[in-house]
């Protein structure tokens, strides 16, 4: 995720970096060359037909409605996958507070919390397709048998869930202590079945065909419709046009699938040593150094 201040005026328009122009540079190129194809034989070849400014405007509007609309789409999976790992963050932290209430100190407790740390590292790999076993392994040295799972952060809920269970079992865990560590665990299962479901669901291919394929329409038809009323200038206005449609479109697609390792998905690596530092603060020990901003991406 990009964490850097806006850049100054002389920067604004030269910053490459956590900008968009590098992936939509070549279709921005393109399209200003075909523009310039268009002027050039229009003017000293045959002439072509010239469309009509107010169509063209009309194209544009409807355009952008799909954008606008695919774009809040996307934002609002962004922002829901980071509303559900705050929760799980709280969730740790509250989990540290409850398990000292119900069970207290000790090894069982020590269990729980470290599976949890273990459990935000694999529900990490899990959403982004990596081995993050070494990284859980280093909280929960049963982390190997987990990865063997299907879903390996629900085989660890399921450890925790045993690991109370023992203890209630045992006469070491009240009533009330079993159901607010139940609906403790409920919670942060939740968060991770709606993580799972933003990965496995993205928005409907169909919006981004039509989206993507109405963009090409209208940057082709554009120049058509400059060649009367922008002239020499037409191809800048058209790569003005394609970048700021093809960013857009860019962005949306970036957003959609927030928990990508990519400049604008959301810092999972971070958030993952978050709880860390509140699972080792929860048991008394050191705590690792939060994360920060390298070239003002976090990771």
Known sequence: MIVRE??????????????IVPRVAARIVAFAAFTI???????HVIALPHVSVAAVGVFGIALSLFL??????????????????????????????????FIGPGKARD?????????????????????????AAAWDSAAADHV???????????AMAETIRAEAEAGRVSEIGQRAL???????????AGCERLCTAPIPFVYSL?????????????????IDTAGCIAPALTAVVAYMFFGLNAVSDELEHPFRDA????????????????????LGREAPTPLKPVDGVLN
């Open 6 to 19: 806006t850049p100054s005026l002389l920067k604004l328009f030269v910053v490459m970096h956590g900008s």
């Open 37 to 43: 194809l268009v002027l050039l034989v229009d003017q």
């Open 68 to 101: 606008g609309f695919r774009n809040n789409a996307a934002y609002d999976r962004w922002w829901e996958a980071r509303k559900l790992w705050g929760q799980m963050i709280a969730d740790g932290r509250s989990l540290g507070r409850e398990t000292l209430l």
């Open 111 to 135: 269990a729980v919390l470290t599976g949890y740390a273990a459990f935000a590292h694999l529900h990490r790999g899990w959403l982004r397709g990596t081995d993050t076993t070494a990284d």
């Open 148 to 158: 063997a799972r299907r879903n390996p952060p629900d085989a660890v809920l399921r």
């Open 182 to 192: 139940a609906e403790r665990l409920g919670g942060i299962a939740l968060a991770q």
């Open 210 to 226: 039509l989206v993507l394929r109405t963009t090409y329409l209208y940057c082709a038809i554009l120049p058509f419709a400059l």
């Open 263 to 282: 400049p604008n998905g959301l810092p999972l690596d971070t958030m993952c040593r978050t709880i860390e530092v509140s699972v080792a603060e929860a």
